[in-house]
């Protein structure tokens, strides 16, 4: 199948699961074929498929990661003591395992093309990531708490592994709650990270985006506990702080020099 073979396949599929898209006429623009199939992923429930589904959803993902470029840890120059600034999309990024920031039902987020990290992992990754975070929370039999983080695999991403991690939502002024609870995010997913035996994680800036975390004490955190984490567990662990906008990357790099 050509990859606009499998995209129409998709589409067509997740249409017939839900009576109430019967109705959707699909575009033969690619970019907006592109954005309903996400949509659809972004919206269906964690509920099993087909294996001929997940087969073709896994060629067309994978190929679509290709093309976007695949940045290979190894191939990144660290600033300091196995620490690594990189700007870029995270879904491409190749180590060990990429940071989640997600919200306390961990299943994904559930707006149609939505830009938060959340749904772009979720899309990129597959069906696959909501069904094994499902499975989590159901044994679990409640929220995930904030602070707190889970480890899943990350299926059609280049990366290993998806650690994820409810940031604090700060409303008003920022708080020394909201404080620690960030620096938790980040020991909660290292620990993590060393209990499974992984040699790299990439952190998103988390909680900057939706939840409102001021970018430049989000920043200090983070940087801070890492450092400290690496000094008193002596850990060989090699950490990306991985940076969309421009604004970020230059205060990671202030930080960091």
Not at 70 to 87: A, F, G, H, S, V
Not at 97 to 124: E, M, Q, R, S
Not at 223 to 252: A, M, P, Q
């Amino acid at each position: 199948m050509t990859q606009e073979e499998r995209r129409l396949y998709l589409i067509n599929e997740l249409i017939k699961e839900n009576s109430r898209y019967s109705d959707i006429v699909i575009p033969k623009n690619k970019v907006e074929q592109k954005a309903l199939l996400r949509g659809l992923l972004n919206v269906r429930m964690p509920n099993e498929i087909s294996k001929e589904f997940l087969q073709i959803q896994d060629e067309y993902l994978k190929e679509e990661c290709k093309s976007k470029g695949i940045t290979d840890l190894k191939d990144l120059e660290p600033i300091e003591n196995d620490i690594y600034l990189w700007q870029g999309d995270i879904t491409t990024l190749k180590c060990d395992a990429i940071v989640n920031a997600c919200n306390c039902d961990l299943l994904g987020c559930f707006y149609p093309n939505h830009k938060c990290i959340d749904n772009a992992i979720h899309t990129f990754s597959g069906i696959q990531l909501r069904l094994a975070c499902n499975d989590i929370m159901v044994k679990q039999g409640r929220k995930e708490e904030t602070g707190m983080a889970k480890i899943t695999f990350a299926f059609n991403l280049p990366c290993k592994y998806v650690i994820h991690t409810v940031g604090p939502i700060v409303r008003g002024k920022l708080t020394e709650k909201d404080c620690d609870l960030l620096k938790s995010c980040y020991l909660s997913s290292l620990e993590i990270a060393e209990k499974n035996h992984l040699n790299s994680i990439a952190f998103c800036c988390i909680s900057t985006g939706e939840f409102h975390f001021p970018n430049d004490k989000a920043s200090e955190i983070a940087i801070n506990t890492v450092k400290e984490y690496k000094e008193k567990t002596h850990s060989k662990i090699k950490v990306i702080f991985n940076v969309f906008k421009d604004k970020d990357y230059e205060i990671y790099r202030k930080l960091l020099k």
